[in-house]
Antibody, heavy 124, light 108 residues
Framework: QVQLVQSGAEVKKPGASVKVSCKAS????????IHWVRQAPGQGLEWMGL????????NYALKFQGRVTMTRDTSTSTVYMELNSLRSEDTAVYYC?????????????????WGQGTLVTVSS | EIVLTQSPGTLSLSPGERATLSCRAS???????LVWYQQKTGQAPRLLIY???SRATGIPDRFSGRGSGTEFTLTISRLEPADFAVYYC?????????FGQGTKVEIK
């Protein structure tokens, strides 16, 4: 079965960086984009960007450009999301999610499987 | 980017009742590319509906979606205890994909 398993919770100080991993299993890794979505405590969902595991190409939300880097390791079917210059407002649960394919096999921008989430707490 | 506004913020209902959730877009959603997710406390979102009206794999038929353009609705025909959760709509017709702020369905 499709699974996305994320790394554990992190506590970081303001100004630091965090790197969260997302290991995929149960399906062919490369055809499906992986997205990152975050959720601040008690708040809604916010799309951060995506990576194409096949090519490594990325597309980041404007808000995070210059501060986020998404990479992948095809040998382990793992995707990474690194966020720099952390501030208290970055405290959130970070989810990786698999991008769905349309009936015609085209990538679409919604998410059919999600990781369990990784809580990142930014506090001095 | 497209802004999605969900209403009501909270819906208080009893098991067995019908729930109707609304999602309004700031501009027309291309090809009715709208999905609904269910999120329970401490869990990741779960895909319910895609393409505004198609149920995802394994989703019971008491969940239905409809709508087009800027107005979309999720209906739960008869609420079961497991359905009390927060529901989010999300558009994927244009980038960036955006989410509504959520509707909480709580037990009355």
């Amino acid at each position: 079965q499709v699974q996305l398993v994320q790394s554990g919770a992190e506590v970081k100080k303001p100004g630091a960086s965090v790197k969260v991993s997302c290991k995929a299993s149960g399906y062919n890794f490369t055809p499906y984009y992986i997205h990152w979505v975050r959720q601040a405590p008690g708040q809604g969902l916010e799309w951060m960007g995506l990576i194409d595991p096949s090519s490594g190409s990325t597309n980041y939300a404007l808000k995070f450009q210059g501060r986020v880097t998404m990479t992948r390791d095809t040998s382990t079917s793992t995707v990474y999301m690194e966020l720099n210059s952390l501030r208290s407002e970055d405290t959130a649960v970070y989810y990786c999610a698999r991008g769905a394919l349309s009936a015609r096999g085209v990538m679409v921008l919604y998410f059919d499987y999600w990781g369990q989430g990784t809580l990142v707490t930014v506090s001095s | 980017e497209i802004v999605l506004t969900q209403s009501p913020g909270t819906l208080s209902l009893s098991p067995g009742e019908r729930a109707t959730l609304s999602c309004r877009a700031s501009q027309s959603v291309s090809s009715n590319y709208l999905v609904w997710y269910q999120q329970k406390t401490g869990q990741a979102p779960r895909l319910l509906i895609y393409g505004a009206s198609s149920r995802a794999t394994g989703i019971p038929d008491r969940f239905s979606g409809r709508g087009s353009g800027t107005e979309f609705t999720l209906t739960i025909s008869r609420l079961e205890p497991a359905d009390f959760a927060v529901y989010y709509c999300q558009q994927y017709g244009s980038s960036p994909p955006t989410f509504g702020q959520g509707t909480k369905v709580e037990i009355k």
